[in-house]
């Protein structure tokens, strides 16, 4: 969670690493302690060349873009069934989407229903939708969303079914949020 993501460019192409990816090192730079040499010591992961830099190329550190989404109340969160690092476009692991109460409490629709995950979502991507100070309205969406979850449009055997927004996880959060944007237009 407390990695730091590095953007630095080479050989015409915007290269991301964690900071603590060790790939790119060389054999003997866990002998030497300090982190500048390490930092010398990295290579471009596509020339293989040593990386230098002048002041404008210098590798500038982005946020890490993942959240504890038990963390981040009424919020739209992008996850894998299979853990962050699933999180790509190169296995067959599909994204997974929860919608969390003002509690933390991640509700995602999947082939056995609708659950409610009190864990598993440390790792995730999370679009706050909720301002903290709308005390009334995180009470109206955790009582909403409770409500939604137990509709029938929301059981197992019609998990693959095509919906208004497409189908499974997705069609679950994205219709509770025009549910709620609906609901709240009326207030
Ligand atoms: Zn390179």
């Known amino acids: 969670m407390d990695r730091t993501l590095i953007k630095f460019s080479h050989c015409d192409k915007d290269i991301y690493r964690f900071s ?20 010398r010591l990295l290579r471009c992961p ?17 946020p890490c873009p993942f959240k504890n989404g038990h963390n981040v109340p009424c919020a739209f969160n992008i996850g894998s069934m299979y853990g962050p690092l699933h999180i790509s476009e190169y296995d067959e692991s599909e994204l997974h989407i929860g919608i969390t109460n003002s509690k933390g409490v991640v509700y995602n629709y999947t082939l056995t229903g609708i659950r409610r995950d009190e864990s598993g979502w440390e790792k995730c991507v999370s679009v ?5 100070d709308r005390y009334s309205l995180k009470e109206l969406w955790d ?3 409770e409500k939604f979850s137990l509709l029938a449009s929301w059981a197992p055997q019609r998990f693959y079914e095509e919906r208004e927004f ?19 237009g009326k207030l």
Do not use: W
């Open 20 to 39: 603590d990816h060790n790939i790119c090192e060389e054999p003997d730079a866990q002998s030497t302690h300090a982190f500048e040499s390490k930092l």
């Open 46 to 62: 596509v020339c293989f060349e040593r990386l230098r830099f002048n002041l404008l190329e210098a590798p500038v550190s982005i």
């Open 128 to 132: 706050p939708l909720v301002q903290s």
């Open 143 to 145: 009582s909403e969303l």
């Open 166 to 184: 497409g189908s499974r996880c997705y069609a679950f959060a994205l219709t509770f949020i025009n549910h709620m944007r609906a609901t709240e």
